[in-house]
């Protein structure tokens, strides 16, 4: 009965996020974000197999331990091709920068399977913790402070507590890795519907001038959108602009939104048109008038 409870529980979970995964796919279309979603969708495959093996009790313990690890190192593919994002450096950086890294996260299961290491037993060891945490660290930690700040969170914390507890020499007793994974693909799960309610309300941000930079932050995370914010406002200083690009939108000298249609910018190259201008780096065209007011 409790097997039976699992495999309900586990397909459920899988059709649950399909919505999301499907949702995501349209989201990223134009933008540079593409070669992020195959990365989704191996991860998704990845947490179905490790169901699979969980349900119906296949192989020994440690074989279980090492697929939740092979899980959690594939959910933060995505993540870590986010931060590749941009034109024309995303055409490369999956094939020369997530590969090798997960394959060199993916090392103590590698080690298995060439004999190094024993099935029966699969444990992390401290210096393979460690850069697995860093790496989840900076994948989720783009997104805190955007409007995905609590499923970052929870994510964060569900992966660092699967990872410790797949680490006898730190790990307490009372953390199972089994217990961890589920916890980790609940989080998860429940994260792909907070994203896919909340990415059909972007509508909401039609209200702001630039609404096009506010979805931007909200697709691309923070260090994508501090780096433009900071290019921009160097720009504004170098060309004497009276505005400065905030998170919302354009700000005065005191620190108030104000609309570029009110006032003087100077000479040089004009704020919005700028702005357009670096986006286009990530997004196309196309993008950024479907995500701006109907009369911009």
């Known amino acids: 009965m409790e097997r039976l409870a699992e495999a309900v529980a586990a397909i459920a979970l899988l059709a649950v996020m399909l919505g999301p995964l499907k949702s995501l796919w ?13 990365w989704c969708a191996v991860a998704w495959g990845t947490w179905g197999a ?37 034109w024309p450096t995303s055409r490369v950086w999956s094939l020369f920068v997530v590969l090798p890294l997960l394959l060199v996260l993916l090392w103590p299961v590698v080690a298995v399977i060439v004999g190094l290491a ?22 989720w930690g783009n997104y805190i402070g955007s409007r995905w700040t609590m499923p ?59 609404s096009a930079w506010i979805e931007f932050q909200q697709l691309f995370g923070i260090v994508w959108s501090r780096r433009i ?39 040089g190259l004009e704020p919005r048109g700028f702005l357009e201008w670096l986006l286009q780096k990530f997004v196309e065209p196309g993008w950024i008038a479907a995500h701006q007011p109907p009369e911009q």
């Open 118 to 139: 024993r099935w029966d037993r699969f444990e992390l060891e401290a210096p393979m913790l460690l850069g697995s945490l860093l790496v989840s660290v900076m994948g």
């Open 50 to 86: 490790a169901l699979v093996v969980r349900i119906t009790g296949v192989g020994e313990a440690g074989l279980q331990h090492a697929l939740w690890y092979v899980a959690a190192i594939a959910t933060l593919a995505p993540l870590v091709a986010i931060l590749g994002g941009r």
């Open 152 to 210: 970052a969170l929870a994510g964060l914390v569900g992966q660092i507590a699967l990872l410790i507890s797949l680490t006898p020499e730190i790990a307490a007793d009372s953390l199972s890795p089994d217990s961890c994974s589920l916890l980790l693909c609940g989080i998860l799960c429940a994260g792909s519907l907070w994203v896919w309610y909340w990415g059909r309300q972007s509508s909401q941000y039609l209200a702001y001038e630039e």
């Open 229 to 267: 914010q900071d290019r921009v406002n160097e720009v504004a200083r170098e060309k004497g602009w009276k505005v400065r690009l905030g998170s919302r939108g354009w700000l005065d000298g005191n620190g108030q939104s104000v609309s570029l249609s009110g006032v003087e910018t100077g000479e």
């Open 26 to 38: 349209q989201g990223v279309q134009g933008t540079a974000l593409r070669m992020a979603w195959p």
